[in-house]
Structure formats: structure tokens, C-alpha cells
Antibody
Framework: QVQLVESGGGVVQPGRSLRLSCAAS????????MRWVRQAPGKGLEWVAV????????YYADSVKGRFTISRDNSKNMVFLQMNSLKAEDTAVYFC?????????WGQGSQVTVSS | EIVLTQSPATLSLSPGERATLSCRAS??????LAWYQQRPGQAPRLLIY???IRATGVPARFSGSGSGTDFTLTISSLEPEDFAVYYC??????????FGPGTKVDI
């Protein structure tokens, strides 16, 4: 069965960095794009970054462009989100999701809290 | 940016009743609309994509309709596990997906 498991979240001070990981299993990883979506406390869903199946292209929401980097390791079925220069408004649960036609499978999320 | 609005914000119903949720796009998105269900403390779950196609394993009581700018998610007879928040999402402007603000269906 498809599984996506995020890790790497935590509490970090403003301006610092954090790297999230997402381990994928149960499907042919190289056939799918992967996307990070976040949800601030009590708020809705916001896409953050997406990477194509082969890693050839990456796209970012304006709110994180220049600060976040998405990457993947197809040999390990992993996708990553490097988050630099974190701000309080980046506080959220970060979900990784498999993207075929749509976001058909989601991980359980990783909490990121940016606070001094 | 394509903006999605959902109505109502909250829908208060009882088990067995019919729920009708609306999603409106700020410009035409053809049929590129999906619906997700999110229960408290859980990840979103895909229900419907391309406006009307049920995802794998989704019960038949869930149905979607619409095209262009106006879309509807219908739950024909609410089960206790259906009380949750529902989000619509467009993919017409890929990679810039946008989500609606959600409709909470509560008892």
C-alpha cells in the first residue's frame, strides 16, 4: 500500500533552517511528481513546492521562493524540503503528497514551529 | 491567481441528511477540480477529481458535479464519519494549485 512518512519537523528560531524528509513506499516512485503542502494552525491548505518525477523541474509558491528548496533522491524513494530563513508565518503542519493527476496520497504531516 | 470560494463556511446537519457543498472559481477552470475531506488531526483524503470522478475506495454517497466556475460536492446521506472539513482544489493553473477555504460539515 502507498505510504508517505514525513520527518524532520520541530521547533526552530526565526532565521534558522530546517530540512524535512518524506519517505515513500508502496508505489513506483519515479512515476510521480511530489508536492509539499502546508497548513497553518486552524487554517486551510497552501501548496509550497513541487518537483517533477525525474527531478528536472521544481516550482515554488511565492511565499517561499528563494528560501525553500525541494529535491528528491529517486534511488532512496525520498523527497526533501530544505527550509532556510524561516519566519513565524512558516509555522504549519507540512504534508508531502504524491501527485499523479491530483494529490492522491498524503503523509500524516510534520509539525514545524518557528518561534523565538 | 485563481481564487476558489466555498459556501457555506459551516453546514450543520444530522446523520442521514443530504449535504450540498459549493465551490466557485474566480475564472473558468474547465473540469480541473478536486475535493478533499479532512478529519481533525488527519491528512486530507482525496474524494473526487476532475469534478466528478470518485477516487479509489470512496463510497458512492459522495458525488461531484460542475464545470467552468461552479462546482458541487454532494453527500447523499451523511454517515457519522462524514462530519469533517471539505476542501476544493483547482489544477487548471498547474503548478500553482489553489485550495478553497473549506466547508465544515458538523452535527
Amino acid at each position: 500500500q502507498v505510504q508517505l512518512v514525513e520527518s524532520g519537523g520541530g521547533v526552530v528560531q526565526p532565521g534558522r533552517s530546517l530540512r524535512l524528509s518524506c519517505a515513500a513506499s508502496g508505489f513506483t516512485f519515479t512515476n510521480y511528481g511530489m508536492r509539499w503542502v502546508r497548513q497553518a494552525p486552524g487554517k486551510g491548505l497552501e501548496w509550497v513546492a513541487v518537483i517533477r518525477f525525474d527531478g528536472s523541474n521544481q516550482y515554488y509558491a511565492d511565499s517561499v521562493k528563494g528560501r525553500f528548496t525541494i529535491s528528491r533522491d529517486n534511488s532512496k524513494n525520498m523527497v526533501f524540503l530544505q527550509m532556510n530563513s524561516l519566519k513565524a508565518e512558516d509555522t504549519a503542519v507540512y504534508f508531502c503528497a504524491r501527485e499523479g493527476v491530483v494529490l492522491d496520497y498524503w503523509g500524516q504531516g510534520s509539525q514545524v514551529t518557528v518561534s523565538s | 491567481e485563481i481564487v476558489l470560494t466555498q459556501s457555506p463556511a459551516t453546514l450543520s446537519l444530522s446523520p442521514g441528511e443530504r449535504a450540498t457543498l459549493s465551490c466557485r472559481a474566480s475564472q473558468s477552470i474547465s473540469y480541473y477540480l478536486a475535493w478533499y475531506q479532512q478529519r481533525p488531526g488527519q491528512a486530507p483524503r482525496l474524494l473526487i477529481y476532475d469534478a466528478s470522478i470518485r477516487a479509489t475506495g470512496v463510497p458512492a454517497r459522495f458525488s461531484g458535479s460542475g464545470s467552468g466556475t461552479d462546482f458541487t460536492l454532494t453527500i447523499s446521506s451523511l454517515e457519522p464519519e462524514d462530519f469533517a472539513v471539505y476542501y476544493c482544489q483547482q489544477r487548471s493553473n498547474w503548478p500553482h494549485l489553489t485550495f478553497g477555504p473549506g466547508t465544515k460539515v458538523d452535527i
